[in-house]
């Protein structure tokens, strides 16, 4: 009996943090070109297609393309949760906008955009050092070490405000 109550609380923690993943799923980084790709607020589009991180598929030679121990560092979408995955992602897109700033689904409506507060409630990372270093760790055959203010300052993509 009380292995059949913990069982059942364990499985209902469970199905509470699943939902909440679920919510939630990675739509591509074409869907955020739509919006950021504006010179006049910076363009972060054209800065992260510029970046390795865009190219990190071409490292790969084709073998490693399909394993799965290259892929989980080399590409968002082969590194993501199947069942969070949408149509529009492409493993070819590489370490796109959504390793860093989280599953776009919820949060990728201009309202919400404009709202951080409620952006980062639906989902909107603003990354941190842990976040790069879910990648950028000894696990990876080529480490060169990692120095969160000079590698962010290589990838920097700042949001130009407008004149009021
Ligand atoms: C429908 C348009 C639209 C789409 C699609 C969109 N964004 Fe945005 N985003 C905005 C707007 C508007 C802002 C607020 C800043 C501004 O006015 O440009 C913003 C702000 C942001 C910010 C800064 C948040 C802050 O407060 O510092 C990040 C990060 C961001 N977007 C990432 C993304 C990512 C990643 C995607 C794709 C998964 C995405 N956006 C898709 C319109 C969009
Ligand atoms: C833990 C994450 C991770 C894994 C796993 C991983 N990589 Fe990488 N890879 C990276 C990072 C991060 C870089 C960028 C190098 C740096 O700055 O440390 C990189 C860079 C590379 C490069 C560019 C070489 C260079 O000198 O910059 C190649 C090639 C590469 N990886 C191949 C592979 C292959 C092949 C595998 C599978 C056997 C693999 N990676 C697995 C994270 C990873
Ligand atoms: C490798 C991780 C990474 C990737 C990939 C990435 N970003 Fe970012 N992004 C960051 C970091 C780090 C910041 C700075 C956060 C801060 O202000 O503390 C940032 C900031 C931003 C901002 C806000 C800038 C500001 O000045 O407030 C926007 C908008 C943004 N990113 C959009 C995007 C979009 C769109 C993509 C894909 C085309 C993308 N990012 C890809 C890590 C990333
Ligand atoms: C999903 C995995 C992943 C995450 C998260 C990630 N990176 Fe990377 N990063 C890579 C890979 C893979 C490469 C190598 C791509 C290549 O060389 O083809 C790389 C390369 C880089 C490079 C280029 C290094 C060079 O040799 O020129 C910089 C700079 C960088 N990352 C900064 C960051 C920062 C800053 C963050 C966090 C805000 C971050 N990365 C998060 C996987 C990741």
């Given at each position: ?52 991180h865009?190219?990190a ?37 590489g370490v ?69």
């Open positions: 009996m009380k292995t059949r109550i913990l069982f059942l609380f364990a499985f209902s923690l469970l199905y509470v943090s699943g939902l909440n993943a679920q919510d939630y799923e990675y739509i591509g980084v074409k869907k955020c070109k739509m919006c950021h790709n504006k010179e006049e607020k910076g363009n972060q589009y054209k800065i992260w297609s510029e970046s390795k865009a190219h598929m071409e490292a790969l030679n084709a073998e490693e393309a399909k394993d799965p121990k290259c892929l989980k560092c080399h590409s968002t979408a082969a590194g993501a949760p199947e069942d969070m995955l949408s149509d529009y992602i492409t493993v070819e897109e796109s906008c959504e390793s860093c700033h989280g599953p776009g689904s919820a949060y990728k409506s201009s309202k919400i955009m404009k709202d951080r507060e409620e952006a980062i409630k639906n989902g909107l990372v603003i990354p941190t050092e842990e976040v790069c270093k879910k990648c950028h760790n000894e696990e990876s055959p080529n480490y060169k070490g990692f120095d969160f203010k000079e590698y962010s300052a290589k990838i920097a993509h700042p949001l130009i405000e407008e004149d009021e």
